[in-house]
């Protein structure tokens, strides 16, 4: 019997509503696995503990987490309650940064059953590797002078250590798939860092000589996502470009709302995270209309990074399977609730 030891952070919003249905396919699953078995502990924290306790998580919130062999988290921020620089650094990025979570992936695809807001969209199929650490989300710069003098600084770091590891990270999954990778780049505008960032892209494709390149500026690319996205098969981008790309990513197949990712630790020291791409959508919550899909599909990138390779595959074909035959959330297009969405995915789970 395997047993994965799961931290659960539900956070904020609809992230309360979405997180235990997509606890209960995880234990569907593995119920029909046979060998493999979750553990759940669950953690409340959030900006309703924040109001409560005026931090995020406990002062030892990371040494509990560090515990679990991964991080399943909902949905994080409520600027009613806490501005969202306040949430966002006291919970998400601690996480990423303590735990070393340098790689950050979000799958796109033409899902059956989904309206894209595209007219031409094809069968788009495409993964973003985004740097997870470094890159245009640095701490360093600053503030100086105050009214029409003051000046604003921000510098974004990008190392050669960061930048190769996402980028081997980028080809080896290209490799996996149909060998296609693009860089997303903007060497024509930015002086330092993109250019730096095209060396090393270019020293690396000759150590993958498999593997067909390209760099496009990510203006260009930005636009070939909506104009012809099928033609992308793996992206590799810094983490700002990618933050951005992944959420232009989610809005061609249609919601957000049914968008997975993946936060990676690579050294195995400690665990990885996986999260939905959407917020915490406090404009629907309590209303039982969220869509769980990104929360579940987030699942199955979990039981894929386990190596569950197959089970993770049966879960996306039943999640489609359940979508194209119009268990939908009005989000896409439906009227069933999240509840009925989810038990309808377990109702086959159960099936196979």
């Not at 409560?52 to 040494?63: A, F, L, P, V």
């Not at 590797?129 to 604003?152: F, L």
């Not at 993770?312 to 074909?317: E, I, P, R, V, Y």
Request: charged share 20%.
């Amino acid at each position: 019997m395997i047993t994965i030891n799961l931290a659960v952070v539900p956070g904020d919003g609809v992230g309360k509503e979405i997180m235990p249905e997509a606890v209960d396919v995880l234990t569907a699953i593995a119920e029909v696995h046979g060998g493999l078995k979750f553990q759940y502990e669950w953690y409340p924290y959030s900006c309703e503990y924040y109001i409560e306790h005026g931090k995020m998580m406990d002062d030892d919130g990371i040494e509990k987490l560090k515990n679990h062999d991964a991080i399943f988290l909902g949905a994080v921020g409520n600027p009613k309650l806490v501005a969202d620089h306040v949430s966002l650094w006291g919970l998400l990025l601690p996480i990423r940064r303590e735990f070393e979570q340098v790689i950050n992936i979000r799958p796109a695809k033409l899902v059956k059953g989904v309206s894209s807001p595209l007219a031409n969209p094809s069968e788009f199929e495409f993964v973003v590797v985004r740097e997870n650490s470094e890159g245009e989300y640095s701490e360093v710069g600053g503030r100086i002078h105050k009214g029409p003098d003051e000046i604003a600084i921000q510098n974004a770091i990008f190392t050669r250590k960061g930048t190769e590891r996402v980028m081997e990270y980028a080809f080896q999954y290209a490799m996996q798939r149909r060998r296609h990778l693009t860089s997303a780049t903007k060497s024509n505008g930015i002086f330092h860092s993109m250019p730096f960032w095209d060396e090393v892209f270019h020293s690396m494709t000759e150590r993958y000589p498999e593997v067909d390149t390209q760099s496009i500026h990510i203006d260009a690319l930005s636009a070939f996502f909506v104009s012809k996205p099928h033609t992308f098969d793996v992206i590799v981008a810094s983490n700002l470009f990618g933050d951005i790309l992944t959420d232009l990513g989610a809005a061609v197949m249609g919601s957000i709302g049914i968008a997975p990712a993946a936060n990676i630790n690579l050294n195995g020291k400690y665990p990885s995270m996986f999260e939905p791409v959407h917020g915490s959508a406090p404009d629907i919550f309590g209303k039982g209309i969220a869509n769980p899909i990104g929360q579940i599909w987030t699942g199955k990138m979990m039981l894929d990074h386990f190596g569950e390779l197959e089970l993770g595959t049966k879960l996306l074909n039943i999640i489609e399977e359940v979508v194209a035959d119009g268990f939908k959330t009005p989000d896409i297009g439906g009227s069933f609730t999240t509840k009925e969405v989810s038990s309808e995915i377990i109702k086959r789970i159960k099936m196979l």
